[in-house]
């Protein structure tokens, strides 16, 4: 089973900042295929980003993921207000599809 | 895309069983490979177990926490997914979601659609 960890923890930022999230794996993860999601509270989760760095529908383009085998990164070049959530990253090269367990965006 | 609504959850005593479903919108349902993911509560997620379309095998696949205990069907002429839990542990207690996994066959594994949920409670 592949082991997501994602950093930091809790990243704390104004409006307008950069937000910079990692995602490792502990091994490498086939063909890129590593999604990213957002929650926000009492909310199910929202696909961003999958294929490490295609957009999902509907996506503004303030974020994007890049990275292969084994590192990762979502980037939000300007945090916008409706961006404080919790992001997952998750693989799905191999079975069992795994999740990392979270980062969250908080207003500083 | 398609639209997604879970139903069944509630309380239920450990050991007990629990069937879950989940109605989809649109044509494309029965094209949709599906699986079930899980938040316990304040945790992050887990994937449950996927069912690949019925042109594709209809084939479904288990985490290890589940498998034996969970089963996934599927029917396409109801639009419904569901997920039947027998067994149930108190460490079962969670949000389930029901997903559709977006991309080809080849290259699926993402859950690009998710219902809002529904919650279910394994304690005495």
């Known amino acids: 089973e592949i082991v997501l960890t994602q950093s930091p923890a809790t990243l704390s930022l104004s409006p307008g900042e950069r937000a910079t999230l990692s995602c490792r794996a502990s091994q490498s993860v086939t063909s890129s295929y590593l999604a990213w999601y957002q929650q926000r509270p009492g909310q199910a989760p929202r696909l961003l980003i999958y294929g490490a760095s295609n957009r999902a529908t509907d996506i503004p383009d303030r974020f994007s993921g890049s990275g292969s085998g084994t590192d990762f990164t979502l980037t939000i070049s300007r945090v916008e207000p409706e961006d404080f959530a919790v992001y997952y990253c998750?693989?799905?090269?191999?079975?069992?599809?795994?999740f990392g367990q979270g980062t969250k965006v908080e207003i500083k | 895309e398609v639209q997604l609504v879970e139903s069944g959850g509630g309380l239920v005593k450990p050991g007990g069983s629990l069937k879950l479903s989940c109605v989809g919108t649109?044509?494309?349902?029965?094209?949709?490979?599906m699986s079930w993911v899980r938040q316990a509560p304040g945790k992050g997620l887990e994937w449950v177990g996927r069912?690949?379309?019925?042109?594709?095998?209809?084939?479904?696949d288990y985490a290890a926490p589940v498998k034996g205990r969970f089963k996934i069907s599927r029917d396409d002429s109801k639009n419904t997914l569901y997920l039947q839990m027998d067994s149930l542990r108190i460490e079962d207690t969670a949000v389930y979601y029901c997903?559709?996994?977006?991309?080809?066959?080849?290259?699926?594994?993402?859950?690009?659609?998710w219902g809002p949920g529904s919650l279910v409670t394994v304690s005495s």
């Open positions: 649109g044509s494309t349902f029965i094209y949709a490979w």
């Open positions: 069912i690949k379309s019925i042109g594709s095998g209809g084939t479904t």
């Open positions: 998750q693989q799905y090269g191999s079975s069992p599809r795994t």
């Open positions: 997903t559709t996994q977006g991309g080809t066959p080849e290259t699926t594994g993402f859950f690009n659609s």
